[in-house]
């Protein structure tokens, strides 16, 4: 059974810093592409930041040169690096990982992990 855990979210000050983990367990034949959503009440889910199997990267405008997206295929874990956090970055932070278990290829989500941002 393939299960998908965070973890690092938290209250923070504005300017400070975070780091999101998120580990896959579970039998695993391939990893796709990994990601970070992020989601506040009564709004839709949005992509914060995706990185492909290649290593190439894709950010949204509100979140580039603040935050960094990285991987370690060997631990099966993605990692979400969060500096200069700002009030609006509050927000329930989902990962969001390809892959191909032995029902095939899918989409797996984690539990979600708060991140509060406020002085």
């Known amino acids: 059974q393939v299960q998908v855990v965070e973890s690092g979210g938290g209250l923070v000050r504005p300017g400070g810093s975070l780091r999101l983990s998120c580990a896959v367990s579970?039998?695993?034949?391939?990893?796709?592409?990994m990601a970070w959503f992020r989601q506040v009440p009564q709004k839709e889910r949005e992509l914060v930041a995706l990185i492909a199997t290649n290593d190439d990267t894709n950010y949204a405008d509100s979140v580039k040169g603040r935050f960094t997206v990285s991987r370690d295929i060997a631990k099966k874990t993605v990692y979400l690096q969060m500096n200069s956090l700002k009030p609006e970055d509050t927000a329930v932070y989902y990962c969001?990982?390809?892959?191909?278990?032995?029902?095939?290829?899918?989409?797996?989500w984690g539990q979600g992990t708060q991140v509060t941002v406020s002085s």
């Open positions: 579970g039998t695993i034949f391939s990893l796709g592409a």
């Open positions: 969001n990982i390809g892959a191909q278990s032995s029902t095939g290829w899918r989409d797996f």
